[in-house]
């Protein structure tokens, strides 16, 4: 496709951005749907933050992605959050509506999408979730919003496990939650239909380990899903193979909060899960 006169951009912020898989999925998207519309990234400066996002208005960007270390930082700078944004207390979507900047997060709604490519059902059930950070909270508020019964999430800094619990809790009344710490035992995943790993355990430098013991024997129909992409299979996952269970890979969080945050600028709804996930394996 021709840049023209009439092309639209959507972007990325963020310091690094040079790795990013975003380009290689939206313009992929745009060319898939036949609009005249191109994604770039920008390496932003901390101080040139808000000029960056003003500037998201002035030069009639349709919309951006934002990533570390600025999905607080751009709240400050947007005329509305999307509720489940505000919980969550990030953003990584930017719409520019008519001038109006909305913020929205779409990690956990990709990763909720993932599960339910896969063909899960999330409604009624009990969700362990290993991790209390930024990609956790993203998870569990929208694991929340599905109708989740249960939710039990286990961190190492408790205190933060609490407060995540405690925020949930405002919000969604009808959702029982349990905190306790990393060291999962067989006992704990009784009764367990979905184990999530939202630590960075099992990620590149770190991917000879798992988030939990190896030599607990998991619950049958257990599911377990990692949000770490490389490597592909994690100790995580490998354990759960290993015990003849269902796996939900973390490269479909990433495609699909993509594809939702495509949806949001552009109206497009695309399924194109393996199609994309095609082209990030020939970007290795
Ligand atoms: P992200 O935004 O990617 O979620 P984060 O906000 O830094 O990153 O959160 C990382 C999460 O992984 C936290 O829950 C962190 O635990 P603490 O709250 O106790 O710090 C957890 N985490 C990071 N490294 C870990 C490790 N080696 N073992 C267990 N948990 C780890």
């Keep these: 496709m021709k840049i023209s006169g009439t092309t639209q951009l959507a972007c990325l912020l963020g310091h690094p951005v040079s790795h990013s898989f975003s380009p290689y999925i939206h313009n992929y998207l745009a060319e898939k749907c036949g609009l005249d519309m191109r994604y770039v990234c920008f390496d932003v400066e901390d101080e040139q933050v808000e000029a ?9 960007i349709v919309g951006s992605n934002v990533t570390i270390p600025y999905k607080i930082k751009v709240m400050d700078y947007l005329d509305e959050i999307d509720p489940n944004a505000a919980i969550i207390g ?12 909305i913020g929205y997060n ?12 896969a063909g899960h059902t999330l409604k009624g059930k009990t969700v362990m979730v290993l991790g209390a950070g930024g990609a ?15 939710l039990l999430i286990c961190n190492n800094t408790l205190a933060k496990a ?27 995943l009784q009764g367990v239909d979905f184990l999530i790993n ?46 003849g269970l269902q796996v939900v ?6 495609i699909n909060q993509a594809v939702h945050s495509f949806y949001l600028w552009t109206g497009k709804e695309v399924a194109a899960y393996e199609d994309i996930l095609a082209l990030l394996v020939e970007q290795g």
């Design 162 to 188: 609490e407060q995540l619990s405690a925020q949930i809790k405002e919000h969604f009344a009808e959702v029982s939650i349990q905190i306790g710490l990393l060291n999962i035992t067989e006992a704990d």
């Design 249 to 254: 890979h973390g490269i479909g969080m990433l």
């Design 90 to 101: 990030a953003v990584n979507t930017i719409k520019n509506e008519n001038g109006k900047l």
């Design 106 to 117: 779409t990690d956990g709604v990709g990763f909720v999408k993932s599960v339910i490519e």
């Design 52 to 60: 960056a996002v003003k500037g998201i208005r002035a030069l009639g």
């Design 198 to 243: 939202t630590t960075p355990v099992g990620m590149s430098k770190q991917k000879a380990l798992c988030p939990i013991n190896e030599t607990i024997q998991p619950p049958k129909g257990l599911v377990v899903c990692d949000i770490v992409y490389t490597p592909h299979d994690t100790k995580l996952l490998l354990w759960a193979k290993v015990n």
């Design 136 to 150: 956790s909270r993203a998870i569990t508020v929208e694991l929340a919003a599905a109708g989740v019964k249960k």
